[in-house]
């Protein structure tokens, strides 16, 4: 499957942006995405993860109540809301996604060697 992250930008502190994560090549059904990023000098971070078929997410301490995950089928993409944005959200944003059974929907796959398929990063600057 092949991925591709979309919706970065500039904005300011306090602003929202959504990404997108797109797969073609196969459909992202019994696939969990994650969401992950990397500020500059630092290693990459977990962000979000949305379990197949979707009602199950699952967030960082740090973007819990801000930012939101969520999969539409029919477009085979994945989204991730950012809402207010902080300065230390800056950083480029990957997608990933790995094969998942129904019954393994909670599980939390937060680490980057879950996931077998990645997308190139989109850039997220918040100014301040």
């Known amino acids: 499957v092949q991925l591709q992250a979309s919706g970065g930008g500039l904005v300011q502190a306090g602003g929202s942006l959504r990404l997108s994560c797109a797969a073609s090549?196969?459909?992202?059904?019994?696939?969990?995405v994650g969401w992950f990023r990397q500020a500059p000098g630092k290693e990459r971070q977990f962000v979000a993860r949305?379990?197949?078929?979707?009602?199950?997410?699952y967030y960082a301490d740090s973007v819990k109540g801000r930012f939101t995950t969520s999969r539409d089928s029919a477009k085979n993409t994945v989204y991730l809301q950012m809402n207010s944005l902080e300065t230390e959200d800056t950083a480029v944003y990957y997608c990933?996604?790995?094969?998942?059974?129904?019954?393994?929907?909670?599980?939390?796959?937060?680490?980057?060697?879950?996931?077998?398929?990645w997308g190139q990063g989109t850039l997220v600057t918040v100014s301040s």
């Open positions: 090549g196969r459909t992202l059904n019994n696939y969990a």
């Open positions: 949305i379990s197949w078929p979707g009602y199950n997410t």
């Open positions: 990933a996604a790995r094969p998942q059974s129904r019954q393994y929907y909670s599980r939390t796959y937060r680490r980057e060697d879950d996931y077998n398929y």
